[in-house]
């Protein structure tokens, strides 16, 4: 029975010992979490791409977890199944800083790549500080996230078709037309 309880102990340490905080990435949760995402005059959908940057406090900010999308459901301008992200170098229980980034699918395959760019469609949220999850205690809410909008982009400003500028070029004509009589 002693070496029972003992195997148990040391598995136990062991176990806590290789534990990371713990986040649930989800931008919208009961009363505690509410940041909507905005782009080009609605909410965000399935053709943007959210994604967690994290640290310990004092540390840079990096990536964290996977780009996940935005629902095109009625949960529109919200992210909720991006699932429980690990924070490397924070213990369970302590404390992080997060903020959420945003860019458009169409401008690459991360934030980095989008921004770069610098046409737009890309954006980010305030810094937060919460205390983690991991360990024995559930992935902490991102309590206190706040919503943003992207800056306009791609495809906000789509390009115009070629019956729309044969109208116009038309349309320029006739008034050109009139006034030359």
């Known amino acids: ?32 979490v509410n940041a909507p995402v905005t782009y080009c005059g609605g909410l965000a959908d399935g053709s943007i791409l959210g994604q967690l940057y994290a640290s310990a406090p004092n540390e840079p900010l990096a990536p964290v977890g ?43 395959a991360t934030y980095a790549a989008a921004v770069s760019k610098g046409v737009g469609g890309a954006g980010e949220s305030g810094v937060i500080t919460i205390l983690t999850g991991g360990g024995i205690l559930p992935p902490a809410p991102l309590a206190g996230l706040q919503g943003f909008d992207l800056a306009a982009g791609p ?25 030359g009589s």
Request: aromatic content about 4%; proline content about 7%; overall charge positive.
């Open 1 to 32: 029975m002693k070496r029972i309880a003992l195997t148990l102990a040391a598995l136990i340490v062991a176990t806590s010992a290789q534990a990371q905080g713990v986040v649930n990435f989800s931008t919208r949760s009961g009363v505690s």
């Open 66 to 108: 996977v780009p996940t999308p935005f629902r095109s459901d009625a949960g529109k301008g919200f992210i909720t199944a991006g699932g429980n992200v690990v924070i490397p170098g924070v213990l369970p229980g302590g404390t992080a800083q997060i903020k959420m980034v945003a860019w458009a699918s169409a401008l690459g």
């Open 155 to 179: 495809p906000c400003f789509p390009e115009p078709s070629s019956l729309a500028l044969g109208l116009v070029g038309g349309g320029l004509l006739l008034i050109r037309r009139k006034r």
